[in-house]
Every structure is written in structure tokens, then in C-alpha cells.
């Protein structure tokens, strides 16, 4: 039987992703994870399927083009996946003739409610979790020509729909590795050159998802993991993957896009004292919780080759961090960053704008807390709902959402949910604006007499480029402007060449 996996085109000319951590649009052109974890387990229970792949991003085809390709495939079944924010543009791709398993990712939404929603044909829904789920039911499908038993499926039946319950997944600690090579690896390396360049964060074209959990034990309001419970790869399983990765395709740089790496302690020490061992030699970055910090932790993930943490703060106001299930005190962040920095790694804040009961006040509290704590990079977005989020349900519950349509959410052009301070789009952009202009100046301007590697006047044009007025003045002097990009590109590529250096084996 001839199984055909499908990953619809990019949409509106950015790169979008399909995972099931994450599902919208990227900076970077990632291998899907997801896919080659789907085509693993199959090809593992399943050893006599025909595995084929459709890729439309790499194709960059028009619709009645790609489709033309999926006919000409001739497959049985299709397994299609679809994003949450992306379900119009990807539907095509679903609603052929044939038998057709529609993912909708991430996984933690309900089908059922996008079945609704938009009016989607596909027979065949998995619900909340993905591999082990289609492996059961392109089993039965395999045996009887129908899924209509299968656990953790949403059916169509008519103008019914059907759902088996539950999925009976246990673990991912028994999965088989993802099969990347029934994907065109060398295609994915070449455009990630190609169009992009050296990726910003790794300095390097050549660079992969890594994932090693599922789930997440916190539960935060307006986060997709914090729906579904945790589910962990063994430390041995983890070091065993970046090892075939390295052999297999010469890559060394890895996004780590489990929720929180170290939501598990002993075993994300585990994983790093493995990555040690076997002397991989890969460079990565992660999510973390600044609960979670401990020296121990740190000066593992240093050794091991972490560049960088993610820390997701959202918010310093205690009321909105109780609201959204989010507490931290700053000394308990500070401890965790000063820790990173210690150990060579980069400590990244990320804060989102747009919270319910947010107003001018509480952005100012943010912006303190994070001039204390002193981020090397500040990340930040407008907050949107995530369907099936305890946020998003808060919203229909008190009838606050302005927009059902999901794939107007990322969109960033219009309010789509009723806000208590906000009224107008322009008033969150301007929210937002304020916060992130106003943070970048205040550290910009405390890192200014600092040692910390930089030459002092890339610092005093970063402090002028955080300054919306000094910013315009410089624009005017082109001379200075372009002594500034000149220095910024010789440090830059300095660092480059420090770490390409400590890849060398």
C-alpha cells in the first residue's frame, strides 16, 4: 500500500512550518521534524508500506501544480499536515479524491472545532497525539479499507462526526528514529544556503530541529504544550540521534524546540554528560525554565556545546503572571541568568504584549525587571490566541474574541480578541513598540562603559540605534552609518570564526 506524506507550500512567500511543537511562520528552513518522526514509526510497525513524500515547500509550485504532483503519485492513502493558522491555504492539499489523514499541527487543537470552523472535508482527523496514533490507524486502514476504530481519531461520517476516544500512546522512549533520509536532506541543506545564508543564531547553513520531549509539566494559559502531558525520549535515545544526525548529514547545530529542555533535571543532565562523553562537538540552543536552574545543570549545558537559553518571563506584573500561570520573582531569574552567562551561554528573555489586564503600568514593570536582569538578547511578540489554550477558551467564554478565523491570528494587522485597555490595533503596536524600544535603550546604555568584548563604538551605535531620535541623526550622517555597519560586520564575523573554530574536531 502506497502511504504519501504531504507537506503543503509556504505561504504568502514565509517560510511556515508544520510541527508538532510549533506550527506557523519561521526564520529559518528547517528539515520537518514531524514528517520524518511520522515516516520513522510507520516504517517501524508498519515495514511493508510504500513510504512516499510530497514536500511542496521545496517545489515552490502553484497549488494546481503541486496537486498535479500528488496525482501523479497514485497514492492510497495521504497523510497531509496542516497548520493551525494555515488551514485555509493548506486545504487543498486535504480534500483530495483519495483516503486522506488530515494533522493538524500543533496537535493539542481540536479538529473537531476546526472541522467547524472551516468547514474541512477530510474524513480523517488524529487528535492530540500524532505518531503512534497513525501508525494504529494506517494499520487498520491497511487491513479493512476504512479507520473507524482506531483511539485518538476525529471521524466524518456523513454530516456526524466520530470520536474513538482517548489515543493509547505511552511513550516516545520505544519510537524509532525519524526518517529523515526519506526526505531530500541534500535539497534542504542547499536552499538553506541558498536562501538564506548563514543562519543568525548558529552561523552556519547547515542546521536541524532537534526534539527529545513532548508535553510539558507546566500550564501555562496561553501555551499549546500545556495541554498535553509529558512524554520523554531516554538520554541514550537523544545522544544516539545527534550521533546519526552528525554521521549521516554533517550536521552540527541543532534547535532544540521541546517546550523546556529541562523540565526533567536528572535527565536533561543525563543528555548533556552523554552529549560530553561521546565528544559530539555540536553547538545548540534551547527553552528553559528559570525554576529549573542549577549550577550543576548549567556547567553541563555549557560543556555540552549550548549557545544559547530561551527563557520565557511574558510578563513581570505578579497579578497578569498569576493569571496566565506564569510566577517568577526577578532574584530567582537573575540567579538563572547570571548562571548562563557564567557558562559561556547567551540568556535570552522573551516577553509578549497583550495580556488581559496589561496597561502602561505593568509594561513598566517589565521593563524594570528586564534593565535589572540584563538579557543578552530580548525577544518579543504581540500575544495571540492559540486555539484549545486555556486563553483561547477564556476568550469564547466571556465572548472576547472578535475573530474566529484562525488564520488571522499571526497576520499581526487587526485586534481579534476584546482587550480591557487596548481598542485598537495601533494601540497594541504602539504597546509593543514602546516596550521593546524602551528596553533595548536602557540596556544599550548600561552595557555602554562595560567590558564585555565589544568594541566601544559598536556599542555607542547600538546605543544610537535603540534611540528613535539619535537613530534618525545618524541616518543623516552617512559616513558615521556606514562605520558602524563596517564594525558591527568585522565583530560579527570575529565571533563567527571563534565558533566555526570550536567545531574542529
Not at 519561521?26 to 514528517?35: H, I
Not at 493551525?84 to 487543498?92: A, F, G, H, Q, V
Not at 541534500?186 to 530541529?209: A, C, V
Not at 534611540?467 to 570575529?494: A, C, E, M, T, Y
Request: net charge neutral; glycine share 6%.
Amino acid at each position: 500500500m502506497r502511504v504519501l506524506l504531504v507537506n503543503p507550500p509556504d505561504v504568502d512567500g514565509q517560510l511556515t512550518d508544520r510541527e508538532d511543537r510549533h506550527a506557523g511562520f519561521c526564520s529559518g528552513l528547517y528539515p520537518p521534524y514531524t514528517a520524518a518522526s511520522i515516516l520513522g514509526v510507520l516504517r517501524q510497525r508498519i515495514p511493508d508500506l510504500d513510504l512516499q513524500v510530497f514536500d511542496a515547500r521545496l517545489e515552490n509550485l502553484p497549488v494546481d501544480q503541486g496537486l498535479q504532483q500528488v496525482h501523479a503519485l497514485k497514492p492510497d492513502l495521504i497523510i497531509c499536515l496542516l497548520g493551525t493558522y494555515t488551514l485555509d491555504e493548506d486545504r487543498p492539499y486535504a480534500e483530495l479524491e483519495y483516503p486522506t489523514i488530515g494533522v493538524i499541527c500543533p496537535s493539542s487543537v481540536d479538529p473537531k472545532e476546526a472541522i467547524e470552523l472551516f468547514g474541512l472535508t477530510t474524513p480523517y482527523f488524529t487528535k492530540t497525539e500524532i505518531e503512534n496514533t497513525l501508525a494504529e490507524a494506517v494499520k487498520e486502514f491497511q487491513e479493512t479499507g476504512d479507520i473507524r476504530k482506531t483511539p485518538g481519531m476525529v471521524l466524518q461520517q456523513g454530516n456526524q462526526l466520530l470520536d474513538t476516544g482517548a489515543s493509547q500512546f505511552q511513550s516516545v522512549s520505544e519510537f524509532a528514529m525519524p526518517a529523515f533520509d526519506l526526505l531530500p536532506m541534500d535539497e534542504f541543506f542547499r536552499l538553506q544556503k541558498e536562501r538564506l545564508g548563514w543562519h543568525w543564531e548558529f552561523g552556519s547553513n547547515r542546521y536541524m530541529w532537534m526534539v527529545t520531549s513532548k508535553g510539558c509539566v507546566k500550564q501555562c494559559t496561553y501555551c499549546s504544550s500545556s495541554t498535553l502531558r509529558p512524554f520523554y525520549k531516554t538520554p541514550q535515545q537523544v545522544v544516539d540521534e545527534i550521533r546519526h544526525y552528525i554521521d549521516t548529514y554533517q550536521v552540527r547545530h541543532f534547535d532544540f524546540i521541546d517546550s523546556e529542555f529541562t523540565v526533567n533535571v536528572a535527565r536533561a543532565k543525563e543528555i548533556c554528560q552523554g552529549f560530553i562523553d561521546a565528544k559530539l562537538n555540536i553547538k545548540w540552543v534551547a527553552h528553559n525554565i528559570i525554576e529549573l536552574v542549577d549550577e550543576e545543570m548549567m556547567r553541563l549545558m555549557g560543556e555540552a556545546g549550548c549557545l544559547k537559553l530561551k527563557y520565557g518571563l511574558e510578563t513581570a506584573d505578579p497579578e497578569i503572571q498569576r493569571r496566565i500561570l506564569k510566577p517568577w520573582s526577578i532574584p530567582q531569574a537573575k540567579k538563572a541568568f547570571d548562571l548562563t552567562k557564567k557558562y559561556g551561554m547567551k540568556a535570552q528573555a522573551n516577553f509578549m504584549v497583550g495580556f488581559l489586564g496589561e496597561t502602561k503600568e505593568t509594561l513598566k514593570q517589565t521593563h524594570r525587571a528586564f534593565v535589572e536582569l540584563e538579557p543578552d538578547i530580548v525577544c518579543s511578540s504581540i500575544l495571540f490566541p492559540t486555539p484549545s489554550t486555556a486563553f483561547y477558551e477564556e476568550l469564547k467564554a466571556r465572548d472576547l474574541l472578535l475573530v474566529r478565523n484562525w488564520s488571522e491570528y499571526k497576520k499581526y494587522g487587526k485586534m481579534v480578541f476584546k482587550h480591557d485597555h487596548y481598542t485598537t490595533w495601533e494601540e497594541f503596536q504602539d504597546a509593543w513598540a514602546w516596550l521593546e524600544a524602551r528596553i533595548a535603550r536602557s540596556l544599550a546604555w548600561k552595557r555602554l562603559f562595560r567590558r564585555n568584548g565589544q568594541p566601544f563604538l559598536l556599542k555607542v551605535i547600538n546605543v544610537i540605534k535603540a534611540d528613535p531620535k539619535l537613530k534618525r541623526g545618524l541616518q543623516r550622517l552617512p559616513l558615521i552609518s556606514s562605520l558602524g555597519r563596517l564594525v558591527s560586520r568585522r565583530f560579527q564575523l570575529q565571533q563567527l570564526r571563534h565558533e566555526q573554530a570550536q567545531l574542529l574536531p
